[in-house]
């Protein structure tokens, strides 16, 4: 999730209500904590441009810096995240309606609740999945 590599997203609620004030206390892992313990290299903020499986070589670039670079790797894991969930309902694309997923969206939602007098919240349990 861009510059994240876990956080509490339950957390975000709280965070935008200010029952979490510090924006520190979402994140649940850093790429330094993925080094130190398991001795594994996360890079966030990269697009993967191209995969060669012969050589075990990818091409990346840094979306930050725009910088392009091959990596070698031992074992590849592709994690291509999700998106969410819309319904079909008219309006969706009206300024003001916002989906709730990511740090960067809990942010955008909190900077305009000074300007906000009522709000709707809508979730939907994915059946099945635990997930909801």
Do not use: M
């Given at each position: 999730m861009?510059?994240?590599v876990s956080f509490a997203n339950c957390g975000?609620?709280?965070?935008?209500?200010?029952?979490?004030?510090e924006e520190e206390k979402l994140l649940v892992a850093t790429p330094a904590l993925f080094e130190n313990?398991?001795?594994?290299?996360?890079?966030t903020d990269t697009e993967v441009l191209?995969?060669?499986r012969e050589q075990q070589r990818i091409s990346v670039c840094n979306l930050k810096t725009s910088k392009?670079?091959?990596e070698h790797y031992d074992a590849l894991v592709l994690s291509t995240g999700s998106k969410s969930v819309w319904p079909d309902i008219k309006g969706l694309?009206?300024?003001?309606v916002h989906v709730l997923r990511t740090i960067p969206d809990s942010?955008?939602?909190?900077?305009?609740?000074e300007t906000i007098q009522r709000a709707?919240?809508?979730g939907r349990r994915l059946s099945g999945t635990g997930i909801g």
């Open positions: 861009g510059s994240y975000l609620p709280y965070f935008i209500g200010d029952v979490i004030v313990r398991f001795n594994i290299r996360v890079h191209s995969i060669d392009q670079r091959d694309d009206l300024p003001g942010r955008q939602i909190k900077a305009q609740l709707v919240v809508y």
